[in-house]
């Protein structure tokens, strides 16, 4: 019998006893359970960063594993707790848009909003299922306003991993909220995209697939323009440059630099793509 997996990705760091608290409480109720740390280490409150650390690690773990994110600057107000069931792994987070990349890998959400800072919402994909974790017999026996990681979503976690059926976890939800710059635009041999990572070395990382790309594409961020892509990060040493990245989408970076630092880039940044007609 496989042993239940149970991930975790906050922004609690590890100085606290945050982490550890969720951990007890799930070994607590299922002690066969193995607990993997994504990141602690999301900077603090940042959605975005959340969503996109989430989708990209969990795609590499079995189908069966339950990924808890806990970035929650809205606890203890009227956002819902989620558990989202899909054929790839079930996710638990607050509904905030942490779920939004998770989302996208099943379809394209198109968030944007009139004034681009208001979330959108996003049906439950065919094939998937998400509930409210609105049913207390499965939380702690106290529920604090300050920490629904430990008190809601690490127990319900743990109640999953030993065999409850996720319906049993509330009521059925039909829309999930999405964060508001997560689409994607093609309009004849141009690409619109955005900036949807930065990661620790300031490489900026877009949601433009590498397939809408060409073979020489002149990509335009932040009133700079870069022509071509490169095939490493050492072709072009302190120089900004384009690359395809790990996740199979387009890169802005500096080789042995900080491309965040030197465009003062932020998440939701703009990003155009002149393709190649090649």
């Known amino acids: ?29 299922a002690p066969d359970t193995t607990i993997v740390d994504v990141s602690h280490d999301v900077e603090r409150h940042n959605i975005h960063e959340a969503a996109y650390i989430l989708a990209t690690a969990s795609k590499f773990f079995p189908p069966h594993s339950i990924h808890i994110a806990v970035v929650d600057p809205g606890v203890g107000s009227a956002r819902r707790p989620l558990v989202l069931c899909t054929p790839r792994g079930t996710y638990i987070s ?6 939004t990349h998770v989302l996208n890998g099943f379809s394209q959400v198109n968030s944007t909003t009139e004034t681009g800072d208001t979330p959108a919402y996003a049906r439950t994909p065919e094939g998937c299922v998400a509930y409210e974790l609105d049913n207390p017999g499965f939380w702690l026996p106290r529920v604090t306003r300050t920490f629904h990681g430990r008190d809601i979503f690490a127990p319900s976690a743990a109640h999953l991993a030993n065999g409850v059926d996720v319906s049993d976890m509330g009521a059925a939800v039909e829309s999930i909220t999405c964060l ?31 397939d809408a790309l060409g073979n020489e594409p002149e990509i335009h961020v932040l009133g700079h323009t870069i022509s071509g892509l490169s095939d490493s990060y050492q072709e072009s040493v302190g120089g900004l440059m384009a690359i395809v990245g790990s996740q199979d989408t387009l890169e802005i970076a500096v080789g042995e630099g ?16 002149q393709r190649s007609r090649a």
């Open 94 to 99: 607050p509904d905030n848009g942490t779920l």
């Open 1 to 29: 019998m496989r042993r239940p997996i149970i991930t975790l990705t906050t922004d609690f760091g590890t100085r606290d006893s945050y982490v550890g608290a969720m951990k007890g409480v799930i070994l607590d109720i």
């Open 180 to 210: 508001p710059e997560s689409a994607c635009y093609f309009d004849d041999g141009t690409v619109t995209g955005s900036v949807v990572h930065s990661d620790i070395y300031g490489n900026l990382i877009t949601n433009i697939p590498s």
């Open 258 to 273: 900080d491309a965040r630092t030197i465009l003062n880039a932020s998440v939701g940044d703009r990003v155009v793509v």
